[in-house]
């Protein structure tokens, strides 16, 4: 777990609040979980049952895996799903995550390099 990124999402602590309500989860507590795995170093060895669905649901997703919101950010297809407008639907690597959460703008290497590429034209 990148503490750092941990830190980051206690702080700008509105990321937990969106994923707790697009998984019907209570925001409250995964915030309170997300600052005590801040301060036992990212230890979920000792995790209740509940904490462990807020951290697998929440937290996790924020943490790994991040998938790329696109150019576009998320939008709504014909259907009314709503889906990353990312044409390659990339995962964020890690190492870059930290800083995409700062830009707030989730974006993979591919989408990055074409919003250079679009703002300089
Ligand atoms: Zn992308």
Redesign the pocket.
Same mark, same amino acid.
């Given at each position: 777990m990148d503490l750092k990124i941990l830190e980051f999402l206690t702080v700008n602590d509105h990321y937990i609040t969106v994923e707790a309500n697009n998984n019907h989860l209570n925001d409250d507590a995964a915030k309170e979980l997300a600052q005590l795995l801040l301060n036992n170093g990212g230890d979920i060895s000792h995790l209740n049952v509940n904490q462990q669905i807020h951290y697998h649901r929440i937290l996790q997703p924020l943490l790994e895996f991040v998938s #790329?919101e696109?150019l576009q950010g998320m939008v709504k297809t014909y259907n009314g799903e709503i889906q990353s407008s990312?044409s390659?639907s990339?995962i964020i690597y890690n190492e870059d995550l930290l800083f995409n959460y700062h830009d707030d703008n989730l974006?993979?290497q591919? #989408?990055r390099y074409d919003s250079h590429k679009f703002s300089i034209a």
């Open positions: #790329c696109g990312c390659t990339s974006l993979c591919i #989408c």
